[in-house]
Structure formats: C-alpha cells, structure tokens
C-alpha cells in the first residue's frame, strides 16, 4: 500500500512541477553548469546561519529534478531539493550511493564532517551525492543505461572530492557495478531533508590494486574499512548515528549482495525502482 505522501510525489506531472516550484529550471532551458551563480544573499540566509562557508557554496549546485517515473524535469539547486518545506511538496531528485570495496571485501566507511549542513557527523557508505544536471551526468538520451553512466561519472568526480581518491586510480583499479534505485524520503536536521531517487552503485579494487584515500576535511571527519561482521558491529553501538539511507539499504540488500561481491551477476542491473515511501 503506497503512503499518502507516495501518491502526492506520483501524481506530480512534469508541467506540475515546474509551476509548483517556479526555481526549477526546465531542461531545455538549464545552465548546463555545475552550479547556479552565487550571491552575496547566500550566506545571509536565514537556513544558513551558523554553517560553514564552502558548504553554502556547495548549495547552488544543480541538482536534477525528477518525476516519478526517474524521468529528468530540470535543474534545481541543491538548496532547493533540500528544504523540508519543498520535499513535502514532493519535490523529487536524483542520487547516487557508492559502497567502495578493497581486493578483501572490505567497504570503506566515511563519518560526514561537522560542517555538512545535511546529516552532519553521521556514519555512512562510501560516497552519497547527487549527479549534476549537466550532459555528462545527466543521462541525455533517457535510457537507464545512460543514466547509470551519469551516475558512475558523478561518483567518480566526488570521490575524489570527499575521500581524495584520484578519478584515474577509480578509472582503471576496480569496476562499477549498478545494483538498482531506490526511492526514498527523510528529514535531516531542521529545515534540511533528502527525497531521492538513489543509484547503488558498488565498485570493488581489482586484484592486487590499492587505493589512495585523503579525505577531504571539509566533507568527511573520519574514515574506516570495514568486514560485513564489523559493521554489524557498529550498528550495535548506541554511541554511532548512522544516515537515514544506508541504513535502509543495509536492512534491505547490503549484507545479501556482499556475499556475493565476486560474482554480482545476479543481483546487478535491477531495472525496477524500489520504493521505501
């Protein structure tokens, strides 16, 4: 049974979207950039007071606003799809999260750094950010296949932004492997949310390779690796918080496709979108 909040997101068509929230910028008509122009307004708004100055900056980044069905409506800051007050209006974008294996089978772990302004402090997987609504992310021709390479090719660039792992090593050490969407909705402290469509995406060092890890202080406070018993582990420690979405995928798949890192064969390229509304 699909919540009532489920419903609102699923009958929002495109044309809904954009007149219910004006700031989105339709596709056709987006920047094609990074981020939208900053101001010196920014700082000053009241959902920033107190937060750390490269974080604001990293609130005009171009989201990709979706429908239900994945499908791209336009451009949206980071800002905007945050906003609790946008999200239960059911303002939908894309995601994806990266659980970056070593040659052991080991998944590294990030705690987000204080200065996030979304889910600060909190343990996660590897790297969770958001494709760009840019060509090379964006997935132009609409099929998943190109959405999944949209999304492998964010994943490559924030790695290297958050954990400082160089994007040639991610390009020719391991492979990605796409496992399959979810959809899911979750507040963040005040006034900040995620509403997601997320790509899963795994990716596991080739045989014999290492990788460089030198994270970036400014988007992660610790980092560890970590067997599928040490993390069953720290999910048993009262003292650790955990983000809202790795937890669902912990509780639903994680510790299933793990045993089956060597071979994933048969649980990759899931077309369906799972709903967790």
Same mark, same amino acid.
Request: glycine share 4%; hydrophobic share 35%.
């Given at each position: 049974?699909?919540?009532q /909040?489920a419903?609102l997101?699923k009958?929002?068509?495109?044309?809904?979207i954009?007149?219910?929230?004006?700031?989105? &910028?339709?596709?056709?008509k987006r920047?094609?950039?990074?981020s939208?122009e900053?101001?010196?307004?920014?700082?000053?708004d009241k959902v920033?007071s107190g937060?750390?100055?490269e974080?604001i900056?990293?609130?005009?980044?171009?989201?990709i606003?979706?429908d239900? $069905?994945?499908?791209? &409506?336009g451009a949206g800051?980071?800002?905007?799809?945050?906003?609790?007050?946008? &999200?239960?209006?059911?303002?939908?974008?894309?995601?994806?999260?990266? *659980? *970056?294996?070593?040659n052991?089978?080991?998944?590294?772990?990030?705690?987000?750094?204080s200065?996030? #302004?979304?889910?600060?402090?909190l343990?996660?997987?590897t790297c969770?950010?958001?494709?760009l609504?840019v060509d %090379?992310?964006?997935?132009l021709g609409?099929?998943?296949?190109?959405?999944?390479?949209?999304?492998?090719?964010?994943?490559?660039?924030?790695?290297e932004?958050?954990?400082? &792992?160089?994007?040639?090593?991610?390009?020719t050490?391991?492979q990605f492997h796409?496992?399959?969407?979810?959809? /899911?909705?979750?507040?963040?402290n005040?006034?900040w949310?995620?509403? $997601? #469509? %997320?790509? #899963?995406? *795994? /990716?596991r060092l080739?045989q014999?390779q290492?990788?460089?890890?030198?994270?970036?202080?400014?988007e992660?406070?610790?980092?560890?690796?970590?067997t599928a018993?040490?993390?069953?582990?720290?999910? $048993?420690?009262?003292?650790?918080?955990?983000?809202?979405? *790795?937890?669902?995928?912990?509780?639903? /798949?994680?510790?299933?496709?793990w $045993?089956?890192?060597? %071979?994933?064969?048969?649980?990759?390229? %899931?077309?369906?979108?799972?709903?967790?509304?």
């Amino acid at each position: 049974m699909s919540s009532q /909040y489920a419903q609102l997101v699923k009958q929002l068509a495109a044309e809904d979207i954009l007149e219910k929230f004006p700031e989105v &910028i339709p596709l056709q008509k987006r920047p094609n950039t990074h981020s939208s122009e900053s101001s010196a307004d920014d700082a000053k708004d009241k959902v920033f007071s107190g937060h750390d100055d490269e974080q604001i900056r990293l609130m005009n980044e171009n989201c990709i606003v979706l429908d239900w $069905e994945d499908e791209a &409506i336009g451009a949206g800051t980071k800002k905007l799809c945050h906003l609790m007050s946008n &999200i239960e209006k059911g303002l939908l974008h894309r995601a994806f999260s990266v *659980f *970056f294996f070593d040659n052991e089978g080991k998944l590294l772990l990030q705690q987000r750094a204080s200065e996030k #302004i979304t889910f600060p402090d909190l343990w996660t997987n590897t790297c969770c950010s958001h494709p760009l609504c840019v060509d %090379d992310e964006l997935g132009l021709g609409g099929s998943l296949q190109e959405k999944v390479q949209g999304a492998v090719t964010a994943a490559v660039r924030k790695l290297e932004h958050e954990l400082g &792992i160089p994007q040639e090593e991610t390009k020719t050490r391991g492979q990605f492997h796409f496992l399959n969407r979810i959809h /899911y909705m979750a507040p963040s402290n005040e006034p900040w949310g995620e509403h $997601e #469509i %997320d790509y #899963i995406l *795994f /990716y596991r060092l080739g045989q014999d390779q290492k990788s460089t890890v030198d994270p970036n202080v400014n988007e992660v406070r610790d980092f560890k690796w970590v067997t599928a018993e040490e993390l069953k582990s720290m999910f $048993e420690d009262p003292s650790l918080k955990f983000t809202p979405w *790795f937890k669902l995928i912990c509780e639903s /798949y994680l510790y299933q496709w793990w $045993e089956q890192l060597k %071979d994933l064969s048969q649980v990759e390229n %899931d077309p369906t979108i799972h709903r967790m509304l």
